[in-house]
């Protein structure tokens, strides 16, 4: 997990406990739109570790076993 994805991750539980004190839909809202962005960040996240572990295969295949 990259420091972007994770900053996402800070975000969206904060507009979570936000709209769990409120209980306003402009903040379920607010909420909605940090759980996706979070979600395609941590996504995004994942492919590229994967994309680097891919290419390391071959200089290095214990890391791509394990």
Known sequence: MNE???IKI???RATLNRYKEMRKGKDYLEYAK???VAKNEIRKADR???KETAKKAK???K???Q
């Open 34 to 36: 940090a759980r996706n």
């Open 59 to 61: 200089a290095n295949p």
């Open 10 to 12: 800070r975000k969206k």
């Open 48 to 50: 590229d570790y994967e």
């Open 63 to 65: 890391a791509f076993y």
């Open 4 to 6: 972007r994805a994770l």
